[in-house]
């Protein structure tokens, strides 16, 4: 079992274009580009939201305050019914 040639690896390309087409294979990749470039916005937009309420929660507890409530999180109780 060695490595593959240059020759299998063409013949395994021309087997998925056959397959999927070139259309297919070229939204494929538009697509998963655009899902890792979602990925790291929302990382990047994560970590910097995590960093500022961490420094205002600290000056919050300094100064004595109670920390308000996240405006973008909605707080929910579930009822059971019985």
């Known amino acids: 079992m060695g490595s593959f040639s240059i020759w299998h690896w063409l013949i395994v390309l021309a087997i998925v274009v056959l397959v999927f087409g070139t259309k297919k294979l070229k939204n494929i990749g538009?697509?998963?580009?655009?899902?890792?470039?979602?990925?790291?916005?929302?990382?990047?937009?994560?970590?910097?939201?995590?960093?500022?309420?961490?420094?205002?929660?600290t000056a919050q507890q300094q100064v004595g305050q109670t920390p308000v409530a996240d405006k973008t999180t909605i707080d929910v109780e579930a009822k059971n019914k019985g």
Do not use: H, Y
């Open 30 to 57: 538009s697509d998963l580009g655009g899902a890792v470039k979602g990925f790291k916005d929302g990382i990047k937009d994560g970590n910097e939201s995590a960093a500022a309420p961490a420094s205002t929660t």
